[in-house]
């Protein structure tokens, strides 16, 4: 486990890198499923986000899972 500071900022260049276009879904699934347990509330956001990437894992996805999985990762960072 990190700290909750190095896992909010890794949290939000994941988000600007993916919502920018510059990181696979494939990668951004493999770095939510491969994060540790975290107390809560930040512990709470990353299991939903892990379960989340667990159960939407086919590609191609729509445009409407790539906003849910931008909104998790804004989660995980969210204060």
Do not use: Q
């Not at 988000?15 to 930040?42: I, Q, S």
């Amino acid at each position: 486990m990190k700290s909750i500071n190095d896992l909010v900022a890794s949290a939000k260049t994941v988000c600007d890198r993916y919502r920018a276009g510059r990181m696979e879904r494939e990668t951004v699934r493999e770095w939510v499923l491969g994060l540790g347990a975290y107390p809560g509330p930040h512990g709470d956001r990353v299991r939903e986000a892990v379960e989340w990437f667990r159960l939407h894992n086919r590609e191609p996805v729509s445009d409407d899972i790539v906003l849910v999985d931008i909104d998790r990762l804004r989660a995980i960072a969210a204060p």
